[in-house]
């Protein structure tokens, strides 16, 4: 079977240097090489905070990183600091 994953060269944002990705409503966080899984934060819903759109309810996922469909652990927070905090610890744990 072929690897239809893109390969996209630049630089990328990174967050305790793994990169830190993001488009539409998706963030990835980790080196999809490097690293046996990574983290998916999945934005569901927002609310307006101020006149301005801030995510709310959160989809945390870490996946392995060579099956993106094998889920490793599941679950959702409200709030994008809160979810990512949790998917970090949950990151860090699955790594070791």
């Known amino acids: 079977m072929a690897d239809t994953r893109k390969k996209v060269s630049g630089q990328y944002l990174e967050y305790k240097g793994k990169p830190l990705v993001r488009e539409g409503n998706t963030i990835c966080y ?4 490097a690293d046996k899984c990574i983290l998916i934060l999945e934005i569901m819903s927002y609310k307006t905070v101020d006149n301005n759109s801030v ?3 959160i989809l945390i996922q870490v996946i392995d990183s060579k099956d993106p469909t094998k889920i490793i652990k599941q679950g959702d927070k409200s709030g994008l600091y809160d979810a990512f905090s949790i998917g970090m610890v949950w990151l860090e744990r699955a790594l070791a």
């Open 30 to 33: 980790g080196d999809m090489e």
């Open 55 to 57: 995510p709310d309810k």
